[in-house]
């Protein structure tokens, strides 16, 4: 794979926004196309949280085991999501798209993506294609190529309340598969200086009780994504704990 210049894909993303600008966008296109992206629930819950993570270290927490993982030594990375068949992670590092294998934390650069705010999951029908946010109040969303790192620009009507009510839940960090759902909550205790607040990533698996799976204690935890097999979760770990109020 090649690295895009940054000028490459903002001109491609504008290019194709200011294309499809003059046509309506059919008005079930956008939610019919989003059913088909791991993580994403047609019925989201109202379980909402904000983990105020800009970006940090890539961790993973094995559920079997019950084990958590750094995977990257360095900070910066953010939004997180297993590649379909598992032995991968996609991540957005400053403008770039970057690739880190889960067994020793390798990351190779993909594409220069400047303009794509989060990933969100893949395509279950097209495993090359990721559902992405970009920085456009017309033109929020867009499937990226994996293996050319060109988007393909979803429509969307911003007039349409399922539109927005969708485009809301994706910008959200809670995540449904199957009978799965992981989301973040905010803990607080008191200490010597003031009350702490942070974010912790949660599980909830078929009706059983939640648990906390990152396990921060006091480090802001978020950005969390299921692993294609359900065995493992993929989340952002702030690099430093946070501040007493």
Excluded at 10 to 31: K, M
Excluded at 99 to 126: C, M, Q, W
Excluded at 182 to 208: F, I, P, R
Excluded at 211 to 225: E, F, K, L, M, T
């Amino acid at each position: 794979m090649s690295i895009r210049s940054p000028a490459f894909i903002y001109v491609a993303i504008i290019g194709v926004a200011l294309a499809g600008a003059s046509s309506a966008p059919p008005a079930d296109s956008l939610l019919d196309r989003i059913m088909r992206v791991l993580g994403i629930s047609a019925t989201p819950s109202q379980m909402k949280g904000d983990s105020d993570i800009s970006a940090g270290q890539v961790w993973i927490v094995d559920l079997e085991r019950g084990t958590r993982t750094a995977v990257t030594a360095d900070s910066g990375y953010r939004w997180p999501v297993f590649e379909p068949s598992g032995g991968a992670i996609i991540a957005l590092k400053g403008d770039s798209l970057v690739r880190i294998l889960a067994r020793n934390g390798r990351v190779k650069v993909l594409y220069s993506i400047p303009g794509v705010e989060k990933l969100v999951g893949f395509d279950r029908d097209d495993p090359d294609k990721l559902l992405v946010t970009l920085d456009s109040q017309t033109a929020p969303l867009a499937l990226l190529s994996l293996e050319t790192g060109h988007p393909t620009l979803l429509p969307y009507d911003p007039t349409s309340k399922g539109h927005r009510r969708m485009l809301s839940h994706i910008k959200g960090e809670e995540r449904v598969y199957g009978n799965a759902r992981v989301y973040v909550k905010t803990e607080s205790k008191q200490g010597m200086e003031g009350g702490l607040e942070w974010a912790e990533v949660y599980l909830q698996q078929d009706e059983s009780a939640p648990r906390n799976v990152s396990r921060g204690d006091g480090v802001n935890c978020g950005q969390p994504s299921l692993s294609p097999d359900g065995k493992a979760v993929v989340y952002v770990r702030a690099s430093s704990a946070a501040s007493p109020d």
